[in-house]
């Protein structure tokens, strides 16, 4: 049987879960920085966001947040913008739903930007979005098909 020679492995690549839960600092843009909201996810570290701006642009996440920080489709990241090529950013920070709100709530982000809590119970609770899903067919219609 070999040695084992390394330090450990896959769990210990993935570490300790370290404290997700806990309060940070709400952390705005900056000059070279803009919100974006993730359209969809490219694979290889890359997702396709719409940045506040209107401009579309291809993310790299970071290095630091690969693997540890999971970002889906509708997710409020900080980008930061390159000077010398304004069609792609890199993810700096994925805000949590609740700092996504606050965000909202500080006028940083649109009124229009539709935050991705609660989207599926939302319409059976609004009675103006309620939207018939099947169609009426009169004796004659049914009779020719």
């Excluded at 803009?34 to 997702?47: I, K, S, T």
């Excluded at 990241?77 to 700096?92: M, N, P």
């Excluded at 989207?119 to 103006?128: H, L, R």
Aim: charged share 40%.
């Amino acid at each position: 049987m070999p040695k084992n020679k390394g330090k450990g492995g896959k769990n210990r690549k993935r570490g300790k879960n370290e404290a997700d839960d806990e309060k940070r600092e709400l952390i705005f843009k900056e000059d070279g920085q803009e919100y974006a909201q993730v359209q969809r996810m490219l694979g290889n570290g890359r997702c396709e966001a719409m940045c506040i701006d209107g401009t579309k642009r291809l993310c790299h996440i970071r290095g630091k947040m690969h693997k540890k920080v999971w970002i889906a489709a509708g997710d409020i990241v900080l980008v930061g913008l390159r000077d010398y090529q304004d069609d792609k950013a890199d993810v700096i920070l994925k805000y949590m739903s609740d700092e996504a709100r606050l965000l909202k709530a500080y006028g940083e982000l649109p009124d229009n930007t539709r935050l991705n809590e609660g989207i599926v119970g939302d319409f059976e609770d609004d009675p103006q979005n309620e939207v018939d899903d099947f169609v009426e067919f009169e004796d004659e219609d049914i009779d020719r098909i």
